[in-house]
């Protein structure tokens, strides 16, 4: 069995438009504009800051200009994400800066605050505050500054509190950038990179590996890993119903088919003479169509944020139902074949099963996070 390895018509624009984004020069025009757009909302944080900072009377009002350019990240998510990080650490070094530099003298009184801070912190489960904490108390107990110990630790609260404010009205007013949307697009992306990596393990299913194999796992497993990291800075966004539900959904069914695909991609290894999947066909071959046509119909699907479209042409249930019933059929004649193709066989048959149902699941328990109103069929 081979599958026939092209793109369809749809599946190509859609990889294009989400690649480009909507730029019609393309993706390179793209970045840089981004670029352009992240340079310009950071100079006008730090900026902001400053102005703000003379204003109230602030002694080092620069402090609260480095925060904004510290936690002011490409979207709204990362920035909330970072901000917090920030503030929390902030607090637990002047805390631990005032109370330490209360008694004793240096070093001994900064390595303890030092070492309290990081190990609260990785108690508390806040690691990436532990470094901000250990920056703050540097800061209140070994720069040089004359009065209390503890004014100086309230004005670095007050100046970190401008910068974060300041960075996330910035994040949020100007030309703000939704981590949920690029995550979607990029969730979108990821199944039709996954359905390239399926089409190319089924090329090895009784004929030579393909080419592109390698370089298809590796691109599904970034995907993977950056669309991850889009998922934590969308949890912080503002958003409206079903979104944070619908793309947590997607993320782990997502990491489920890779893992499946991975397992079938051993499952086919040296079964280019095998012979008795022969017998499975066509049933077979309809099933593995259909699961590259329905990888391609939920990418569509997350791209336009709608599971209760029909998948025209497709039922995965009744192509599993055909290949049960195929097995069954030459089930006896395994007696004439060595036992390992049999298990080959049984194992891809397996595999393409499950991959199948996990398809038509992601859309069904997808559809239910977002509150897609209308009925769902059940065919993908």
Sequence with gaps: MRLKAHKTRSQHELSVKLRVAGDEHGLLTFERRRMIIDAAKTALAAALCWWLALRFGLHDGYWGSISAIIVL???????????????????????????????????WNYILAVVLAIVVCGLLS??????????????????????????????????????????????????PDRARLWLRDGLAQEFLVLGSFFEAILEGFRGPPSQNLPALRDDALALLRGNSQL????????????????????????????????????????????????QLEPALSHLAADIRTGFNYLGSCIHNWRFSTPAEGINLEQDIADLETRMDEVRHTGIGFLQAEVLRAYAVQLHLKQIARLLRATRVETSSAVGDSEKVVDSV
């Design 73 to 107: 990240q490409s979207n709204v998510g990362a920035t909330v994400t970072a901000s917090r990080d920030r503030l929390l650490g902030t607090f637990m070094g002047a805390a631990f800066g005032f109370a330490c530099a209360a008694f004793g003298s240096p070093p």
């Design 126 to 175: 806040l690691r990436n505050s532990s470094r901000l904490a250990a920056v703050t108390i540097t800061i209140i107990m070994l720069v040089p500054k004359s009065g209390p110990r503890w004014e100086l630790a309230l004005d670095r609260v007050g100046e970190v509190l401008l910068g974060i404010v300041v960075a996330l009205l910035v994040s949020t007013l100007v030309f």
């Design 231 to 278: 998922l934590e800075a969308a949890r912080n966004e503002p958003s409206g119903p079903g979104w944070r539900e619908g793309l947590s959904t997607l993320s782990q069914f997502g990491r489920a088919l890779f893992d499946v695909e991975v397992a079938l991609e051993l499952a086919v290894k040296d079964s280019h003479e095998d012979r008795f999947a022969q």
